[in-house]
Nanobody, 116 residues
Framework: EVQLVQSGGGLVQIGGSLRLSCKIS????????IGWFRQAPGKEREGVSCISKSAGSTYYRDSVEGRFTISSDYAKNMLYLQMDSLKPEDTAVYYCAAPCSWSGNWGRGTQVTVSS
């Protein structure tokens, strides 16, 4: 059974930074990418960033490219999302996912609120 336990998030001012963490168990990181999704109020869930151990690659949606950094420590079963230069439009509930797909397993979500 895949389990994802999230931590981090909270309230931050425009331009601030936050770091999200996710501990993933029961998942083989060689099989598929892992990553982050988010869902803003009244909007559909969207992919934010993925990271692949086997391919050694990362993916970012255009709106966060250059501001967010995804990383992982596979030895510790940890996934991270460093979010810098935060904007009000980044306000959402963030979910870690394994694999990084709509049909993946999800964490419970953590609220990120960027205040103006």
């Amino acid at each position: 059974e895949v389990q994802l336990v999230q931590s981090g998030g909270g309230l931050v001012q425009i331009g601030g930074s936050l770091r999200l963490s996710c501990k993933i168990s029961g998942f083989n990181f060689d099989d598929a990418a892992i990553g982050w999704f988010r869902q803003a109020p009244g909007k559909e869930r969207e992919g934010v960033s993925c990271i692949s151990k086997s391919a050694g690659s990362t993916y970012y949606r255009d709106s966060v490219e250059g501001r967010f950094t995804i990383s992982s420590d596979y030895a510790k079963n940890m996934l991270y999302l460093q979010m810098d230069s935060l904007k009000p439009e980044d306000t959402a509930v963030y979910y870690c996912a394994a694999p990084c797909s709509w049909s993946g397993n999800w964490g419970r979500g953590t609220q990120v609120t960027v205040s103006s």
